[in-house]
């Protein structure tokens, strides 16, 4: 069963940068045809695409994050990773790492909650 | 980029009864949408995809359909465990995801 699981600092001071690692077990970060994406959901409110990592290594982000967004991965740790440079109180949330294909997303993490605050 | 749009925001519903979820694309995206159920404190589950096929282990209660800019999702006879936020997300240009629909006990 694939599972995967957030990690990373709760808490994040504004004009930073936001880091989390998502760590894949159960399954190969490298198999063929699948993304491996971030999604982040602010309190109360609904789900926002970040960005995701093809298989191959070709990246995609939300072109509203884009300029702030980086993603990579580290096979030999079954890992990948989300950078969010120059966070404010707006990037609080809780974030989470998913598989998907093309379509739809269908293993997630449980999700982290991170706070910018000073 | 498209926008999702969900109706309505809050659902009442009695236990046995069957509610009836929207979602509205603001451009067509084909048959290219899947809906979602979260929980408090859980991430999302994938309940259909490709607007109308249930998803590995959804029970038959759940119903989608829908093409072009209209989609529906169905659940014929509420059950406890069926009380849940309910998101539609489209994946024909990109991956967006609407605001949600609550569905809570009346």
């Known amino acids: 069963q694939l599972q995967l699981q957030e990690s990373g600092p709760g808490l994040v001071k504004p004009s930073e940068t936001l880091s989390l690692t998502c760590t894949v077990s159960?399954?190969?970060?490298?198999?063929?045809?699948?993304?491996w994406g971030w999604i982040r959901q602010p309190p109360g409110k609904g789900l926002e695409w970040i960005g995701s990592m093809y298989y191959s290594g070709s990246t995609y982000y939300n072109p509203s994050l884009k300029s702030r967004v980086t993603i990579s991965v580290d096979t030999s740790k079954n890992q990948f990773s989300l950078k969010l440079s120059s966070v404010t109180a707006a990037d609080t949330a809780v974030y989470y790492c998913?598989?998907?294909?093309?379509?739809?997303?269908?293993?997630w993490g449980q999700g982290t909650l991170v706070t910018v605050s000073s | 980029e498209i926008v999702m749009t969900q109706s309505p925001a809050t659902l009442s519903v009695s236990p046995g009864e069957r509610a009836t979820l929207s979602c509205r694309a603001s451009q067509s995206v084909s048959s290219n949408l899947g809906w979602y159920q979260q929980k408090p404190g859980q991430a999302p589950r994938l309940l259909i995809y490709?607007?109308?096929t249930r998803a590995t282990g959804i029970p038959a209660r759940f119903s989608g359909s829908g093409s072009g800019t209209e989609f529906t999702l169905t659940i014929s006879s509420l059950e406890s465990e069926d009380f849940a936020v309910y998101y539609c997300?489209?994946?024909?240009?990109?991956?967006?995801f609407g605001q949600g629909t609550k569905v809570e006990i009346k």
């Open positions: 490709g607007a109308s």
């Open positions: 159960g399954g190969s970060i490298s198999s063929n045809s699948f993304y």
């Open positions: 997300q489209q994946y024909n240009n990109w991956w967006t």
């Open positions: 998913a598989r998907h294909s093309s379509a739809f997303f269908d293993y």
